[in-house]
């Protein structure tokens, strides 16, 4: 498969290391994935790419990706630790459909570069953009900076750093608020259950940003108030992080006037940016 071919150099780019490439091309290959991921391809029509996950029949997020189009077919940017794990599951529902489906990571590098490189991040205009080129050695200047710490700053969570595949529901990995879930496409792997929490507003936990004065604690320590359990940590770089909060007990806690600990370092809570929930204040 022909992937466009970076130059030598990528100025201020950083190869996404933690991230793979899946390959879904064929005649059927639009179709194919249009009846599986929650959102929609049509939106590739206005852009070059989209933000979408693959849901477990029950609405738990097993896979996310950004989906780009290319001649030859679409390439999803997934989690690294997951890319063969998508193969197998895209292909279980392939049936009879005319498509190809392979992991093409050996090959393909992910970068998140600055200036007009790339395609916009779908999730948020503020993110770097990204690429997938093939893999070159020294291709890159690591002068861009860091990816993760932008993405905690603006507060956004990824599977398997924020939470692992096959817990939450869209809502709860923010997929409502960051472009990754349409309301009006045709049924997909999920659905029922992403519309029902869409119509009922009954998503409780949200990821909010984290600072604390002190560094954070790892992946998956408990958020507390006092005896009571708000949520769990995410990822973090230094001592700003994201974590998953239950908000109506984080309203409790303030009313109570408990204060908020992760893994006993006290804590404050920032709302994202792009987030139009409603976040309790102190």
């Known amino acids: 498969m022909r992937t466009p071919r970076a130059a030598m150099t990528v100025l201020n780019g950083q190869p996404l290391n933690d991230r793979g490439v899946v390959a879904v091309r064929g005649a059927d290959a639009g179709p194919f994935l249009q009846g599986l991921i929650t959102n929609d391809l049509d939106g590739l029509s206005e852009q070059r790419a989209i933000f979408a ?5 029950q609405g738990k997020l097993l896979f996310e990706f950004v989906v780009a189009k290319t001649q030859l077919g679409f390439l999803l940017d997934a989690s690294a630790n997951q890319t063969a794990h998508l193969v197998k599951r895209l292909t279980l529902y392939k049936l009879r459909a005319k498509v190809d489906i392979e992991d093409v990571s050996a090959a393909h590098s992910v970068v998140a570069v600055a200036g007009d490189g790339g395609h916009a991040d779908p999730r948020e205009a503020a993110m770097p953009r990204r690429l997938v080129v093939l893999r070159e050695p020294g291709s890159f200047d690591s002068a861009f900076g860091d990816y993760d710490t932008c993405r905690i700053a603006l507060g956004i969570p990824e599977g398997g750093k924020d939470y692992a595949f096959g817990e939450l529901f869209p809502h709860e990995a923010m997929f409502d608020q960051l472009n990754g879930v349409s309301f009006t496409k045709g049924c997909y792997v999920g659905q029922e259950i992403v519309a029902r929490m869409q119509h009922r507003g009954t998503a409780r936990s949200r990821f909010l940003i984290v600072n604390a004065s002190t560094p954070l604690p790892p992946m998956g320590t408990e958020v ?26 984080l309203g409790d806690a303030y ?27 102190p």
Request: charged content about 15%; cysteine-free; hydrophobic content about 40%.
């Open 255 to 281: 009313k109570a006037g408990r204060p908020v600990t992760i893994g006993g370092v006290p804590v404050t809570f920032t709302k994202p940016p792009y987030a139009t929930f409603d976040v309790p204040a």
């Open 224 to 249: 507390r108030a006092g005896e009571t359990p708000l949520g769990a940590m995410g990822s973090s770089v230094g001592t700003q992080g994201l974590a998953l909060v239950r908000l109506d007990r």
């Open 53 to 57: 996950g693959l849901l477990s029949p």
